[in-house]
């Protein structure tokens, strides 16, 4: 976890399960490469080969550690009038989007997210630069959250 | 079809000028519409026809077949076009095979531009251009062509009908913006103006118009040869210069003409686009207007500005001179296509600083400056920004200046703020500073506090959102 102050708010976290969907894709990736990679270097010697797969497969279980700290960094917050989404562990960032100000919310979930009941819930607002989502929600959570803050954007209402 | 058929009144009381049914645009809009590409095509069977020296009339038939096939499209579009205004809603039907049928309520829309280009111009027609809010460009409309003087008219009556259905609509928050109180003054009171405006266009109600603003053309020309495009466009020119000077092969000059003509068709966009540009206080907004060859016609409704710019390049501060710019609602321009070193709309596209802070007083209710600088340790992660960065607020207004040679000092007014951002990169973290973003829904200006002490930044954050919503209340 990061550093973050203490802010008297309450945080609640993307689901568990986004680390899993997160480790599949590294994975997905990794060892499709390193079998290639690892092939064309045994071409070669077997040496060659061996030392090449491994050495991306080491890549992976590195960006799996950063990818880890990524997928903890995510955070929201519910307050009164705005919600708050904290990410990022290099580049931190955390964006305040007021209720009124969402004009529309929709959730998307790519196939490897659908496989774990997981779900991309996105706010938009009039500002093409506002960058609001939450990956990785469970998809009973992302629907109930999207219906909640459409509510609360409708009776704070306020266009451009 | 064309006739104004009284069949079916619009309801919304106001605007009784537009006449009911559907219209057509003008008959010569294929001429115009297939315009330069026309001239084109003419010029090269022109070529191709002295080329070939065998004058076979033959053939000449075969181009008039050419040009008349590249006619027939636009006129088939003039055709299945047509247009009506009925109950604050602007129609446009088009189409002959997939029908397209556009309906633009006229309280969304955030301004209406007349524009002409030179053959429109020539041949006395004019284009008219609805902008609305968000989505891509493709949202907004077009209703090309019409006599420039319909369109004139169209246009004021269209904003006076629009201004009219919000005010019977309960008024959405945000709409009545800052900029309403101080155009009324301006109008009111403001006594620097100089008659009414040349090109202006007369308004629904014969209120007198201010003239604000308008751009001498020598200073413009001196503006942008002292520019970043105007200072390529003299490298280009003297090392060509030189290299025919100590070479003497004045064929190799041909290998920069691709790019010498591509610069000097940037200037000559800006300095056509700018050209006279005018300011007016009208009853409905500010209206501006420029250019030489093409004209355009632009009225910003009071309330809808999103962010107001002042440039200050390098080469313009001997002479005090800068550019005071607005940004308004609308299609965000994509990154492709931001060509013009992100220039936006000019209000002033080159003027003095007292200019300036008269044009500020108008489009700000107040106008605080940013005079809290950032701290000293910025000089290891922003040396070149270092001196420009600063940052101030009151209730209204939040207002940064930065650049590394241009200084460019930002206003967001509050009550437009969409969403804020606290951003830290791994430097940033290092020093202990942060930045603070509020996202507006204009083309392409992002307010930037950039670089402040950690805890001044996380402070921003958490007050900046309950400041926006306190002057969004204020404003509704």
Request: with cysteine; charged share 20%.
């Amino acid at each position: 976890m990061s550093a973050e102050p203490d802010d008297g708010l309450n945080w609640q976290r993307p689901s568990p399960k986004l680390l899993r969907c997160r480790r599949i894709q590294v994975a997905l990736v990794t060892v499709p490469v390193a079998l290639i990679v690892g092939l064309a270097c045994a071409t070669a010697s077997g040496l060659a080969g061996t030392l090449s797969a491994v050495g991306v497969l080491v890549a992976g279980v590195v960006a799996e550690r950063f990818l880890a700290r990524r997928v903890a960094a995510w955070g929201f917050a519910e307050r009164n009038e705005d919600l708050m989404v904290r990410r990022g562990v290099m580049i931190r960032r955390q964006s305040v989007i007021p209720y009124g100000r969402m004009q529309y919310i929709d959730i998307t979930a790519g196939p490897l997210e659908r496989s774990l009941g997981l779900a991309t819930l996105r706010m938009h607002t009039a500002a093409a630069a506002s960058d609001a989502r939450i990956p990785g929600l469970d998809q009973a959570v992302a629907a109930k959250l999207r219906d909640q803050l459409a509510a609360l954007g409708e009776t704070q209402a306020a266009g451009l | 079809m064309t006739n104004p058929l009284p069949a079916d009144p619009p309801r919304v009381p106001v605007a009784e000028g537009v006449p009911a049914g559907w219209h057509r645009l003008h008959p010569l809009t294929p001429v115009v519409r297939a315009g330069s590409r026309l001239f084109a095509l003419v010029a090269v069977l022109a070529v191709i026809a002295l080329a070939n020296q065998r004058q076979d009339s033959s053939e000449i038939v075969t181009d008039l077949v050419v040009i008349a096939l590249a006619l027939s499209g636009g006129f088939i579009s003039w055709l299945v076009t047509r247009w009506q205004v009925t109950d604050g809603v602007l129609r446009i039907d088009t189409g002959l095979i997939r029908r397209d049928s556009r309906r633009f309520p006229l309280s969304q829309v955030q301004a209406i531009d007349v524009v002409q280009s030179g053959l429109a111009r020539i041949l006395g027609l004019a284009e008219l251009q609805l902008r609305v809010a968000g989505g891509d460009a493709s949202r907004g409309g077009r209703l090309a062509w019409l006599r420039l003087a319909d369109a004139e008219r169209l246009r004021a009556e269209l904003l006076a009908y629009s201004t009219a259905a919000r005010a019977i609509q309960a008024v959405p928050a945000g709409t009545g913006g800052p900029a309403d109180a101080p155009l009324a003054s301006a109008v009111a009171v403001d006594p620097i103006a100089a008659g009414p405006g040349t090109g202006a266009i007369p308004a629904s109600a014969a209120t007198p118009e201010q003239q604000l603003f308008r751009v001498r053309s020598g200073q413009l020309a001196v503006a942008i040869a002292l520019s970043r495009p105007g200072a390529i466009a003299f490298a280009v020119v003297a090392a060509v210069t030189a290299f025919v000077a100590v070479t003497g092969k004045t064929a190799a000059t041909a290998t920069f003409l691709p790019t010498a003509i591509g610069i000097a068709a940037t200037v000559w966009r800006w300095f056509n686009g700018e050209y006279g540009t005018t300011v007016t206080a009208a009853p409905d907004g500010l209206r501006l207007n420029s250019g030489l060859i093409q004209t355009t016609a632009e009225t910003i409704r009071p309330g809808r500005i999103q962010a107001v710019r002042l440039v200050e390049p390098l080469a313009w501060r001997p002479f005090g001179w800068c550019r005071l710019e607005v940004d308004v609602a609308g299609p965000r321009v994509r990154r492709e296509s931001r060509g013009e070193s992100g220039r936006l709309r000019a209000l002033i596209p080159v003027g003095t600083k007292a200019d300036a802070m008269q044009m500020l007083g108008v489009v700000l209710t107040s106008q605080p400056m940013p005079d809290k600088p950032v701290p000293r340790r910025v000089r290891f992660k922003a040396p070149l920004e270092y001196h420009f960065l600063a940052f101030g607020s009151d209730d209204n207004y939040v207002v940064s200046s930065d650049g590394r040679v241009t200084r460019t000092t930002t206003w967001i007014p509050l009550e437009k703020v969409q969403s804020v951002r606290w951003v830290q990169g791994p430097v940033q973290r290092w020093l202990r500073l942060s930045s603070v973003r509020l996202d507006v829904a204009g083309k392409r200006v992002t307010g930037a506090i950039e670089d402040r002490a950690d805890a001044e930044a996380r402070d921003l954050l958490m007050r900046l959102p309950d400041l926006a919503r306190a002057a969004r209340a204020r404003a509704a």
